[in-house]
Each structure stands twice: as C-alpha cells, then as structure tokens.
T-cell receptor, first 114, second 112 residues
Framework: DAGITQSPRHKVTETGTPVTLRCHQT?????MYWYRQDPGHGLRLIHY???????DKGEVSDGYSVSRSKTEDFLLTLESATSSQTSVYFC?????????????FGPGTRLTVL | KQEVTQIPAALSVPEGENLVLNCSFT??????LQWFRQDPGKGLTSLLL?????REQTSGRLNASLDKSSGRSTLYIAASQPGDSATYLC???????????FGGGTRLMVKP
C-alpha cells in the first residue's frame, strides 16, 4: 500500500458544511495527488502537490482547496460541501525508482453529502 | 484533451481462459502507462507500469504491451482464475510526476 493512509474512511455530512480529508504518507515522496471517482466519469484529478506549499489544480478543482504544510500530509478541503461532491476520494503518491515514476493509491474516503 | 478508452467495458469468461484487455489513448506522446486493478469498494492496486521506451512488461500471469505509435496498450491475463475478477484500469501520464489520465475500466468476471 506504499504507506498511504486516508482519514476519515467514511463521512456523511450536510450541504454547506466544510469538510477536510487527510492523506498521510510514511515516506518523503515529493508528489501527492487527490482524485475523485464517480460512476460514468471514472477517476479525475482534483489537485496535486509537488512539494511543501507547492500545489496546482487538476481537471475538477472547482469547490476544492488543498494544503501541504508538511511533506507527509496533503489535505483536501471542501469549503462548503454540495451534493455533487458526493464521491469516493483517493489520494495517491508518485514513487520514483530510477527513471520510473509509479503512482500508488490510498484506500479511499467515501464522502456522502446530504 | 487526452482521452483514454478501454474496451470492452465488461467481460465475462470461464475460468482457465486467456484473455486480453484493451486500452487506447488519443495522444501518443505519453511518458508512461500504468495498469491497475480495483476490487469492489477498494482502492487501486498497481499491476504493471510500461515506460514510453518499452514495448512490454510482465508480472506472473500478466503481460502488458505498449504500441505508442498506434496509441494502444493491451493487458494479457493467462489462465484466468476467479480471483482475477475485478475492474482493470489503464492510465497514462505525459510528464514525470504529472497527473494520470484514466480510462473507464474493464469489469472482468471469471466464472468457476
């Protein structure tokens, strides 16, 4: 599992509330990613980070913000959750070995916004 | 916008069959291609990664090939088993450390 944990694993919240999801890695890999997975849309990138305090937007970043104050933690925040943000959220890291960059995924967080 | 397509969307085979899953991508300037497995309600498990300079990679009963010029990759599973039942996803990246663009997946069922 490449030492990736996500918390919480499941969350139910109400529309309009803020939500923060946490991704933690046990090694010092530079790149971290947040994806969401939805039926009919597959996996899509929300935001990614290429170092402490260095982040950038992905394909579906509207309504989401991220922060990375430590190498090992990458936080995803929904400032005001909406029902369209009901999804499964996956964190990933990129592990470099020689000239190869392989992405490994965490177990996922299932978020339901009522 | 790069697009990744996987055909078929679902496949059901009897145990013991050899099978091929297909992945195509519109922009052939890929950096690498990864195949993943996802069990229901679970995360993604990396199966194989092929760098753009490589033609194939093998791991046990799995063999992945890459033809960059035609924008295609295949995942060959030999002697399929019920435990191989899962969704198989391919994904490409265009730069080191860059985002993965995923196909929609092939849902495989291997019947005993």
């Amino acid at each position: 599992d490449a030492g990736i944990t996500q918390s919480p694993r499941h969350k139910v919240t109400e529309t309009g509330t803020p939500v923060t999801l946490r991704c933690h890695q046990t090694e010092n890999h530079r790149y971290m990613y947040w994806y969401r997975q939805d039926p009919g849309h597959g996996l899509r990138l929300i935001h990614y980070s290429y170092g402490v305090k260095d982040t950038d937007k992905g394909e579906v970043s509207d309504g989401y913000s991220v922060s990375r104050s430590k190498t090992e933690d990458f936080l995803l925040t929904l400032e005001s959750a909406t029902s369209s943000q009901t999804s499964v959220y996956f964190c990933a890291i990129s592990v470099t070995s020689g000239s190869t960059d392989t992405q490994y995924f965490g177990p996922g967080t299932r978020l339901t916004v009522l | 916008k790069q697009e990744v397509t996987q055909i078929p969307a679902a496949l059901s085979v009897p145990e013991g069959e050899n099978l091929v899953l297909n992945c195509s991508f519109t922009d052939s300037a890929i950096y690498n291609l990864q195949w993943f497995r996802q069990d229901p309600g679970k995360g993604l498990t990396s199966l194989l990664l092929i760098q753009s300079s490589q033609r194939e990679q093998t791991s046990g009963r799995l063999n992945a090939s890459l033809d960059k010029s035609s924008g295609r990759s295949t995942l060959y599973i030999a002697a399929s088993q019920p435990g191989d039942s899962a969704t198989y996803l391919c994904a490409v990246t265009y730069n080191a450390g860059n985002m993965l663009t995923f196909g929609g997946g092939t849902r495989l069922m291997v019947k005993p």
